[in-house]
């Protein structure tokens, strides 16, 4: 890691800059001994020695308080009395052991919460499985649908051509009804995963058909992919928000609008493909030109030599600049709560705002929101980190 | 839209808007065409995005360079800094700094000051008191804040709204921009580091004269993709109650029922104003790439 402060004026005597000097005087177990390397990139010169104290400085200055806010003084029970009268001086954690229920479920019934945590479960084990195990498209594609559809009828009730199981089958053996949740019931969690998920599964097929488009030789799909990833690249996700929650309807004709929902999910997933197909083009254009020439002339059509050569090698490239987007993704299903739906972010608003006690412990309420997706992000960058290793070696 | 009796067409925007603005650079009443509202929204998009790209540049570059230097504790810290700002959404980023600005700072009775020589700045719940040229009858003077135990007094003060947004921007996209400039010092070949050194440069010197020249090349066109970013992110504003472009369209839709109307123009605008950085951006990385 670019070793700029490297110790050879000898300002000050360092094992490290001794063995350069003199390299008969020192032996190599002292040279390379860990003890001292560290003490002399920590304290080898004055600037390094200033630096070091003043970092130490800070965390002396800025911990202590802290800690005592968030341990020391802070409130854990659901006392909105004792709250009051920590504030400022002790954060009070009872707000989420009081509101921890609405915050992360939403306005989703009460008695029916169990379908929410498990829809959660059930998506982040898919996540998780799908990041851990290198699998078919295939298999990917009907793992995914089937349990999306899972979660779809969990979620909102509706069972479609198996409603007769309702009656015979869902209800006994649960053992309380299953009542239709309408989709502005949902939040919180769920509702940020589920949205996240389907706007990715969405926007990454069309992305790579805009990508395909873009670098395409045919001048008129030329042109469209780029006039149309320029233009949602060029504006802001709110105003393609605004378009989909104000304008949709209008545009549509009289008595016949879609679900909020999905237009809200249509408009982010129309933004993400834009920004996807970007980097779906910039494998693309890493391909090496004699691939697309050697399918040609073992006689693939377009789609088969797309499909069979370029892509697979394309998208393996720019996985990691995917996920990466995927992390934008999921960032910003949180702006979906300026149009009113309560996902995470709604969600707390919705329980606090609407609360005179608790009120005035928003603070500690974003912390909490912000330590879940911090989680869930800080997990996928590591996940995107290590992907790109091991492209890096098995290239 | 016809059969619902919705009317089509700009001509709504030379209508008095009827709302007042909260901050803004030019004079704004209620009495004023929507036209003007929406100028004046484009400015304050402009002011809270210009501010917040000097901060986040300066900010990203000190990261940039913390990630690289050998000192391990300076190290972690850029680190750690960069993971965490990076992986929350700006949105509720933005919401914590404006509860701490709005609910944790001193009521404007009893501020906090700052002096420095002979001018004061005073931070309360209603924002930052700074110094600041006057514009008066008698010609332009400098004028400080001064506070005279109840209330603040002369100066120029930013509000809370244009704080939390400015600062949870800057410190947003300083973690991006650090990465960026990360990734340019380490592109070039250490070859380049260690004959700096043989020729007894300083390392300060070798960053200033031998690698950041060359990194550039490499940092400009991802920078001007994040400068970008920034000004569409500065559309949050309507969150936190700045009055940017976005806000004041948003109200305009809401007073008038134009959507469509309201929606393409702030879509113009930015696509505009992406187009513009875009150029100038270009430009500037030409004339890198021709002197390297």
Known sequence: MGDVNLNTSGVTPSSLGNALINPQK?????????????????????LKALSTFLVIAIFIWLLPPLFNWAFVHAVFSADPQACQEARGIGACWGVIREKYSMILWGRYPYADHWRAQL??????????????????LRRIFIEWSTVLGLIYILMSGHLGPFEFLRATVIVPIIGKPFPVVPSDLWGGLPLTLILSVVCIVIASPLAVLLALGRTSSMPLFNVVCKIYIELFRGVPLISVLFMASYMFPLLLPNGYSPDVLIRVVLGISLFAAAYLAEIVRAGLQALPKGQLDAANSLGLGYWQAQYLVVLPQALRVVIPGLVNSFIGIFKDTSLITIVSLYELTGSLTLALNGDPLWRAFKLEGYFFITFIYFIFCFSMSRYSLWLERRLNHSL | MRQRGIQGGFGFILDPAGFDISESWIEFNSDESYAKAFFVGLINTLRVSAASIVTCTFLGLLLGLGRVQSNPLIRFCCHSYTE??????????????????????????????????????????DGLAFPWFEIG?????FSTPLFDGTSIQGGAVLTPEFLALYVGLSLYTSAFVGELIRAGYQSIDKGQIEAGLSIGLKPSQITRLIVMPQALKVIIPPLTNQYLNLIKNSSLAVAIGYPDLVNISNTSLNQTGHAIECVLIIMVVYLALSLLISLIMNSYNARVLKRG
Not at chain 1, 39 to 44: A, E, M, N
Not at chain 2, 109 to 122: D, V, Y
């Open chain 1, 26 to 46: 020192t032996s190599l177990k002292a040279q390379f001994s860990f003890k001292s390397l560290w003490i002399s990139s920590l304290f080898g010169s004055p």
């Open chain 1, 119 to 136: 829809s959660t479960v059930l998506l982040s084990l898919l996540l998780l499985k799908s990041t851990l195990r290198q699998e078919g």
């Open chain 2, 84 to 125: 965490i700002f990076r992986n929350i959404p700006l949105l509720i980023q933005l919401l914590i700094w404006y509860v701490l600005l709005v609910e944790w700072l001193p009521d404007s009775q009893a501020p906090l000051e700052l002096s420095l020589a002979n001018s004061n700045f005073f931070l309360s719940k």
């Open chain 2, 137 to 141: 009858q008698s010609g332009s003077f």
